[in-house]
């Protein structure tokens, strides 16, 4: 969930440290005073991405009932809005309600039984209600919609690390040595798909896992699981948008900026993401947009300094003419 950091010079003092914590703790205020403000103005024009948008931020920052508030009402304006239907269910298993997350995924599915998502979180409400083999087959659904699906695999390891450690011998799962490798099996492939797995404590895992220390290897791995279990719409892509939309920020070169080089750090991080090089190809397009809407301003700048200038006029007006398409355009993806 939500967290920040800032870097400090190796000297630093208590007092540096202290200092470093309040500043961070007044950004996070500000930016909840910020979220409500725009929440109040999306609500008066009840518009369902905005909502949903609202809905993932709200969870990040572990204000639940806030995100629930949003993504319901998201639904309520269009009913096949399946990534609503998804965040919904995410935050009911932060609340530990997995029959609340099993019956919003359900209907997800009947509309959509092609994303591989709905079966994903379908198998972690399974886990979390310590059901085994439907969240196994869960997982494997998942799996066959999307191999290289590097959070199932993840959590279909888990699954079957979590029924070794709470049911070592059950009549209706698999041997346990052939669970162990299955959970191995799944955890490599993890390792392998998402970046940021490929760290020491993540190999340790699998290791105690090969060496049939379940226990431990589940502890540490939970650990983990928490910050990477969730494939959230990019929370940076939700910010920008509704504080584009509704927080002032639509004309801000700097915000737009600095929205880029978010992105192209979070596709360093995730380079098999569509999502974000999506999102990076709209920025661009903000990025055109900013850029001729300051052209025509030096055209007219050009004019006002000389009523004579025929070629500054032509250009104003080939360029109004003719900019009209990427306006409209951009209007449309933002919808």
């Avoid at 205020?29 to 609500?43: D, P, S």
């Avoid at 998942?142 to 699906?149: C, D, K, R, V």
């Amino acid at each position: 969930l939500d967290s920040r950091e800032r870097r400090l010079s190796p000297d630093a003092d208590e007092k540096d440290i202290q200092n470093t914590v309040k500043v961070l703790q007044r950004e996070s205020i500000r930016e909840i005073e910020v979220l409500f403000y725009i929440q109040k103005k999306v609500w008066r024009k009840r518009h369902a991405l905005s909502y949903n948008k609202l809905g993932v931020i709200f969870l990040k920052k572990n204000l639940i009932k806030d995100a629930q508030k949003n993504l319901q009402e998201a639904i309520a304006i269009d009913e096949n809005f399946i990534d609503a239907h998804k965040n919904l269910a995410v935050c009911f298993i932060h609340s530990q309600q997995f029959d609340r997350a099993l019956k919003v995924l359900e209907k997800a599915i009947e509309k959509r039984p092609d994303l591989p998502d709905l079966y994903n979180y379908k198998g972690v409400a399974l886990l979390g209600e310590k059901n085994f083999i439907d969240s196994v087959q869960a997982f494997e659904k998942a799996l066959s919609l999307n191999e290289n699906f590097s959070l199932a695999h993840l959590n279909l390891g888990l699954a079957y690390l979590t029924g070794l450690v709470e049911s070592p011998v059950h009549p209706q799962l698999l041997p346990l040595e052939e669970r162990q490798k299955k959970s191995i099996e799944h955890l490599r492939i993890a390792f392998e798909l998402k970046k940021e797995l490929q760290t020491p404590e993540y190999s340790a895992i699998v290791q105690k896992v090969e060496n049939s220390q379940f226990r431990e290897a589940l502890d540490e791995l939970l650990e983990i699981h928490k910050n990477v279990a969730f494939s959230l719409n990019s929370v940076l892509e939700n910010e920008f948008y509704l504080n584009f939309m509704f927080g002032g920020k639509s004309k801000d070169e700097g915000a737009v900026a600095n929205y880029i080089e978010g992105l192209k750090e979070e596709i360093a991080l995730h380079p098999r993401y569509p999502d974000l090089y999506n999102h990076l190809g709209v920025a661009y397009l903000i990025q055109c947009r900013n850029l001729f809407l300051r052209a025509l301003g030096e055209f007219r700048r050009a004019i006002k300094l000389n009523p004579e200038y025929k070629q500054a006029r032509k250009n104003l007006k080939l360029a109004e003419n003719e900019g009209k398409g990427l306006l409209i355009l951009l209007r449309a993806l933002l919808k």
